[in-house]
């Protein structure tokens, strides 16, 4: 009853797995209540059998699935070793399932009523069985233990959010609920290894069972009345994300890479961002196809938003070739999953899918007509916003509806320079391939500072020239970090963090690969995997590790710089803003995490990276020594059953 009313008052919708452990254990009683007045009917006798040997199961699977919510709710990866949230639950709960079908044959092959040599094989049966459910107790608690290693170094960090320190009691009570159902499986194991003879005085004395069974139990299941999980993992992060969200994404070629971001995502807009984002690929789709005529182009832009609403719409008029074609031939499939969106999020989706395709409707005039590419930084900062910044605005307004970010990053328009970051910095690393498939977005107004056309940027005897203009294109786009980095730091969900912060710090090492580097203009550059993957690493460590990565590729771009560059002086008043303001926010970012002021990691420019700090050895040894303390105890209960039972023998 008591689990009944937690579960209910904290929405806790998994606690259907010890209530029915509980359930089982009831019904086990009070039929061996009931066989006491039956004491020659093997049917009930059996029935409580079944029910008590195999209750502990349910609490073990409850064990499981509520470490696989720590884990998601507290842990920023959202990952211990190899096993995801999801993958954890599923492959121990399907473990204990395993050992549930073994047992409930031994079970009933060794119901009252059976045969001797009938019975013997059921309690073999069944010892295999529990020796299975405590081998993977044992594998469980390595996992537990390494998440408690980590929480550790999580607090040390100071990347703990307020919400999210109520850590302990929850993994103690997962502790203490294991440890008695190890006592319980040992108690079985000496009762069963013992035989059905007259030499095992176990099965003819009641006290035993109650003693080292009933009470154990008992124990495991109300050491989660004492610490509820539902009292501690509340909101959208309690929620384990449903599997297959990444399934759309999956099925075009065209969001492979985006795939394992939006399923990492915050399962309450991983639906929405993934919907988002194939309404507006398929909007650039239609964009980037020359082979449309402009008096079919430009009205399916402006009424792209329009067809979101006409169940079947799709389109087959691109090209064979066009890389997302299949995305527009299937785009009936998104219709389908948009019209399940909440209103809220359907509207912001569908204002910001309006104002992009007329944005671009007006660009394809322009292209018929001959006008190529921006002339002024004005028009440049224009296109840039149409194409990028009104994603990142988007974005925003679906992050402040689902309740995971402040109000402030809109009102105060702090969402603007994330999308003209990231654009600018994809044109000015694919400014050879643009070339080669006659595009230009560098504008005019910077060209013509440091040679005569477009052109001239590739030729070698321009090649110093045109570095200066590439330096001032990077100056352009230094401009807008500081605010990026403020924004970042507005971002209090780590899913939704790793999400922004991600990009954004790819974005900052493709700068810097760009700067002063001739090649720039021969192909197009990429960062290697190594730095790639170590910067994902890195962008989800927090505000502080953000701050540092940007201060390490600032500080390269800085020390790249050539006092002779025009723009010497300018890239290099940014550099030390973008510093000053780096190290500025994290340290009032250890200061808001830990709660006061001069805690957590300190900012080294010079290195880029966080001191080392010591005390990982002493977390080792705590989480080892409370495992050898389980271990000890677990010994102890068996040495003494097997001291008892020894006694019985002799007798």
């Known amino acids: ?40 009917d093997t049917t009930i006798a059996t029935v409580t059998q079944i029910f008590i040997l195999l209750a502990p199961l349910w609490v073990n699977a409850y064990c499981y699935m509520v470490l696989a919510r720590m884990i998601y709710f507290f842990i920023p990866e959202r990952q211990i070793g190899i096993f995801k949230p999801s993958l954890l639950a599923t492959v121990f709960v399907l473990l204990d399932f395993g050992s549930f079908i073994i047992q409930i044959i031994g079970g009933m092959s060794a119901s009252p009523g059976q045969s001797n040599e009938a019975a013997m094989k059921g309690i073999h049966i069944y ?16 996992l537990a233990m390494q998440f408690h290693r980590q929480m550790l170094q999580l607090e040390r960090a100071s990347r703990l959010f307020a919400d999210k320190r109520r850590w302990r009691h929850l993994l103690y009570a997962l502790y203490g609920s294991l440890l008695f159902i190890t006592v319980r499986i040992i108690y079985r194991l000496v009762e069963f290894s013992a035989g059905q003879t007259t030499d095992n005085l176990i099965p003819y004395h009641e006290w035993y069972m109650y003693v080292f069974d009933a009470v154990p ?20 992060d309690a929620k384990l994300p449903p599997s297959g969200l990444g399934k759309l994404l999956t099925f075009w070629n065209c969001c492979r890479s985006f795939n394992p971001v939006i399923n990492d995502l915050h399962p309450e807009l991983s639906l929405p961002i993934c919907i988002f984002y194939l309404i507006l690929r398929g909007l650039d789709t239609i964009e980037d196809d020359t082979s449309i005529p402009l008096d ?13 609403d006409i169940d079947g719409w799709n389109y087959t008029g691109n090209r064979p070739e066009e890389k997302d074609r299949e995305l527009l031939v299937q785009f009936d499939n998104v219709i389908v999953e948009f019209r399940k969106m909440k209103p809220g999020y359907a509207g912001i989706v569908r204002d910001v899918t309006g104002r992009m395709g007329g944005g671009m409707a007006d660009y394809a005039r322009k292209a018929d007509l001959g006008i190529v590419g921006a002339v002024t930084i004005a028009e440049y900062d224009l296109y840039c916003w149409y194409v990028a910044g009104l994603v990142g605005e988007g974005l925003t307004r679906l992050f402040v509806e689902a309740g995971l ?31 080669d498939d006659g595009r230009r977005f560098w504008p005019e107004e910077i060209i013509s500072r440091h040679v005569g056309t477009f052109d001239d940027l590739f030729e070698l005897e321009n090649r110093g020239d045109a570095l200066s203009c590439s330096s001032e294109m990077i100056l352009d786009a230094l401009r807008h970090v500081c605010v990026v980095l403020t924004y970042l730091a507005g971002l209090r969900e780590q899913s939704v963090f790793n999400f922004c912060a991600t990009p954004q710090c790819m974005a900052i090492a493709t700068l810097e690969l760009c700067f002063c580097n001739p090649a720039l203009f021969d192909q197009r550059l990429k960062i290697a995997k190594g730095d790639a993957l170590r910067l994902v690493v890195e962008a989800s460590q927090g505000m502080e590790s953000v701050c540092y990565v940007f201060c390490r590729y600032v500080g390269r771009i800085e020390q790249k710089i050539h006092p002779g560059d025009p723009c010497y002086l300018g890239v290099r008043d940014a550099c030390e803003e973008i510093q000053r303001s780096a190290r500025n926010l994290a340290l009032e970012s250890a200061e808001r995490v830990v709660g006061r002021k001069n805690e957590g990691k300190a900012l ?22 409370r495992a050898a303390s389980l271990t000890g105890i677990a010994l102890l209960i068996l040495g003494i059953g097997w001291l008892i039972t020894a006694r019985w023998n002799i007798a």
């Open 604 to 625: 080294d420019i010079n290195e880029g990276e966080p001191k080392h700090q010591p005390g990982a050895f002493q977390d080792t040894r705590s989480v080892v020594g």
């Open 217 to 236: 139990m008992l124990l495991a299941i109300v050491v989660w009345n004492v610490a509820p999980p539902g009292a501690v993992l509340q909101g959208a």
């Open 1 to 40: 009853m008591a689990h009944f009313v937690q579960a209910t008052i904290y929405k806790a919708g998994f606690a259907w797995v010890i209530l029915m452990g509980v359930a089982w254990e009831c019904v086990g009683y009070a039929t061996r209540a009931l066989s006491t007045r039956n004491q020659q």
């Open 296 to 308: 079919i182009k430009e009205p399916l832009l402006r009424d792209f938003k329009t067809y979101l």
């Open 127 to 142: 010892m295999a069985g529990i020796g299975i459910q405590q081998f993977f107790i044992v594998c469980f608690l390595v």
């Open 405 to 435: 970010a402040e109000t402030a990053l809109i009102e105060q328009g702090l969402y603007k320079p994330m999308g003209l970051f990231l654009q600018k910095t994809n044109i000015i690393r694919d400014i050879r391939e643009d070339r």
